[in-house]
């Protein structure tokens, strides 16, 4: 009972959820390498039973190193058991933008970089945080963002984390189940 984790992640939100699932799964008896994409290459995952693969969101985009060993490692992968996740900000939107984020985060990067279907996926929300300095992109995607928040009551001037750790801690759980099958 081996499991990968593979993520990457810009400002630390997927890191940060990655760290949980591999601390769930490891409590549960799951080996766990966790490994930072932007850091690290993964040469070999022949010896793993599950490969657990995540992103954060970004313009509506995946981060680049995930998606590479998607790609690189996707024969390999088919005899895989997989898991993929994100950590966006689609749950801010309710059920219209989670449908949505579900399709284009997740099912569509599973059909066009697995061999077969995932064993699971999880979408997850991300950090909202309108102090951090991330560049002319981020800068410019937060004032987009802020209206649309503004729209439903949030006050932007403040520091959000909209991830659920009891859904992530669940679906580490599920997955420890799936690693030991």
């Given at each position: 009972?081996r499991?990968?984790i593979?993520?990457?992640?810009?400002?630390g939100?997927?890191?940060?959820?990655a760290e949980?699932?591999?601390k769930?799964?490891?409590?549960e008896?799951?080996?766990?390498?966790?490994?930072d994409l932007?850091?690290?290459?993964?040469e070999?995952?022949?010896?793993?039973?599950?490969?657990?693969?995540?992103?954060g969101?970004?313009?509506?985009?995946?981060?680049?190193e995930?998606?590479?060993?998607?790609?690189?490692?996707?024969?390999?992968?088919?005899d895989?058991?997989v898991?993929?996740?994100?950590s966006?900000?689609?749950?801010?939107g309710?059920?219209?933008?989670?449908?949505?984020?579900?399709?284009?985060y997740?099912?569509?990067?599973?059909?066009?970089?697995?061999?077969?279907?995932?064993?699971?996926?999880?979408?997850?929300?991300?950090?909202?945080?309108?102090d951090?300095?991330?560049?002319?992109?981020?800068?410019?995607a937060?004032?987009?963002?802020?209206k649309?928040?503004?729209?439903?009551?949030?006050?932007?001037?403040?520091?959000y984390?909209?991830?659920?750790?009891?859904?992530?801690?669940?679906?580490?759980?599920k997955?420890?189940?799936?690693?030991?099958e």
């Amino acid at each position: 009972m081996r499991a990968l984790i593979v993520f990457g992640s810009r400002y630390g939100s997927s890191a940060e959820i990655a760290e949980e699932i591999g601390k769930i799964m490891g409590n549960e008896g799951v080996e766990v390498d966790l490994v930072d994409l932007r850091k690290n290459k993964i040469e070999n995952i022949h010896h793993y039973d599950l490969v657990i693969v995540g992103s954060g969101i970004k313009m509506a985009k995946w981060t680049k190193e995930p998606l590479k060993f998607l790609k690189k490692n996707k024969s390999a992968l088919k005899d895989k058991k997989v898991a993929l996740f994100v950590s966006c900000g689609a749950p801010l939107g309710g059920k219209e933008k989670i449908d949505e984020a579900w399709e284009l985060y997740l099912k569509k990067i599973a059909s066009e970089n697995l061999s077969g279907e995932p064993v699971s996926m999880g979408l997850f929300g991300g950090v909202f945080d309108p102090d951090a300095n991330h560049g002319l992109m981020y800068k410019m995607a937060m004032k987009m963002a802020k209206k649309g928040y503004e729209k439903q009551g949030v006050d932007t001037s403040k520091r959000y984390d909209y991830r659920n750790w009891g859904e992530i801690r669940e679906w580490a759980s599920k997955l420890a189940e799936i690693a030991k099958e």
